[in-house]
């Protein structure tokens, strides 16, 4: 099932998605959202500094990885994280756990 249709059936909309580093800083600098899922590794570069904007904004988010979590750095360390491939309940975990970090609930 792709992420889109799982978000979808645990209530939620994606309102855009980005897959070079350059767009997903736009995107997290700019753009509306309640929720970001990151894929740690995109295109081969750190997400890093995409999370940072999103921490900066008080945006939640939570990390999406087929490898270890051992990229992550540690000021991220409590950031939910989410193996591939997805399983929905693990992700609707994820996402819950996320929002209530930053004082939303679901």
Known sequence: ????????????????????????????????????????????????????ALKDRNIAFVFASGYDSSDILSEFEDTPIVGKPFEIERLAEAISRALSMNGRAI
């Open 1 to 52: 099932m792709l992420i889109e249709d799982m978000l979808g059936e645990l209530g939620h909309e994606m309102t855009a998605s980005a897959a070079h580093l350059d767009r997903a800083l736009e995107l997290a600098r700019n753009h509306e959202f309640d929720l970001a899922i990151l894929e740690i590794n995109l295109a081969g570069k750190s997400i890093h500094p995409v999370a940072r």
